[in-house]
């Protein structure tokens, strides 16, 4: 371990055998981070064989890192029973997460399978006190900026109390990520008219606009349509539904990115018209490029845990870093903590004034 006093320094752990491609990309991807943001220090969980070379390739990164070795990796086809069993205690996934535990990490960033993630991630950190189930939160591009949007896939289903918990921890992150001081949150329904939807949604709705929460401001009800509009900063849903919308996101900029490229190279006049165009598809490109708003945060957690897309490219897991050091500089845990408490009071006297409420 590099000798420098890391006491000022932001310590992230890293599942350096997750995604697809394992420490190629997560040692070249931690360099790119490290350039952004130097008060970073890492320490790599996994086969210190396939690290080590890729590490002391990179002066600079190696400076500023460790690496706790262990065989055991979890692929990403293991089902999260199955990654428990086997890799509790010993994997690369459940000793970046557990570091969070000892001390020794701010912070966790890993690729792997997301459902085993999850599991280690809760099994290990424990959710807090006030959350019954954690929610993976996502950045969304939209034609106004970015919108944060949750829970996308941590589990299916969710009641009202969990609707109005994610939305006051989808604020606190808006507020860190987004820079906004007072996010506008949307519930994602059906139809936007109160009597439409199902009824955990109508209630969280209900309770959202009758209870003055400090930190955000309930916009109402929003449809599939205002994800890419940006109608609202935050995007509340369950995970079936968050998981869907997600996943037809990303399939939907790859089909226009197909359809672009084969529409420029079908004739002479196309391809000459591309070279005249190609600055606004190079922004566009951009603007699809799913590395570029990587990073699922895991909320309701006792930690902060980011997923990192499997597939991911040094840039995009870089970016998955930069979210792990924008969460705990600007102190995540404490805004949800403080936004939670308030939350509950503020919840149970409402429901205490209208008890015959829908």
């Known amino acids: 371990m590099a000798s420098d006093n890391r006491a000022s320094k932001i310590r992230i752990a890293l599942d350096a055998m997750g995604g697809d491609h394992g420490p190629t990309v997560v040692v070249p991807g931690a360099e790119v981070a490290l350039l952004h943001h130097p008060d970073l220090s890492f320490v790599f969980y996994g086969d210190e064989t396939a690290v080590r070379p890729l590490l002391d390739a990179r002066p600079k990164l190696a400076a500023v890192s460790s690496i706790h070795h262990t065989d055991i990796s979890i692929r990403m086809d293991d089902k999260p029973s199955h990654a428990l069993r086997y890799g509790r205690k010993k994997s690369s996934m459940w000793l970046a997460i557990d570091a969070i535990n000892k001390g020794d990490a701010d912070a966790t960033v890993s690729a ?85 939807g199902l009824e955990m949604v109508r209630e969280a709705g209900r309770i959202l606009r009758e209870t003055s929460l400090p930190d955000l401001t309930y916009h109402g009800f929003v449809e599939g349509d205002d994800l890419g509009k940006g109608t609202v900063d935050v995007v509340v849903t369950e995970g079936f539904a968050g998981n869907i919308a997600l996943k037809t996101a990303e399939g939907t900029a790859k089909q226009i990115a197909s359809y672009l490229r084969s529409a420029m190279s079908r004739t002479l006049m196309a391809r000459i018209g591309y070279l005249f165009a190609r600055g606004a598809f190079q922004a566009l490109r951009e603007k699809l490029d799913p590395n570029r708003v990587n990073g699922g945060v895991f909320l309701g957690l006792n930690g902060i845990v980011i997923k990192s897309h499997g597939g991911a490219n040094a840039e995009g897991y870089a970016a998955a870093i930069g979210l792990a050091y924008d969460m705990v500089k600007q102190d995540l845990m404490k805004k949800i903590t403080e936004s939670l408490s308030f939350d509950h009071r503020a919840v149970t006297a409402a429901a205490a004034a209208n008890p015959d409420a829908a």
Do not use: H, Y
Request: proline share 4%.
């Open 112 to 196: 792997g399978n997301t459902g085993a993630l999850m599991a280690m991630a809760r099994f290990c950190l424990r959710t807090l006190a006030e959350i019954d189930r954690p929610a993976i939160a996502a950045l969304w591009p939209t034609l106004r900026g970015e919108s944060i949007v949750l829970d996308v896939g941590a589990s299916i289903g969710a009641d009202s109390d969990a609707l109005i918990d994610m939305a006051v921890m989808g604020a606190a992150m808006a507020r860190i990520v987004l820079g906004v001081e007072q996010p506008t949150v949307g519930l994602l329904n059906v139809g936007v008219e109160e009597v439409k």
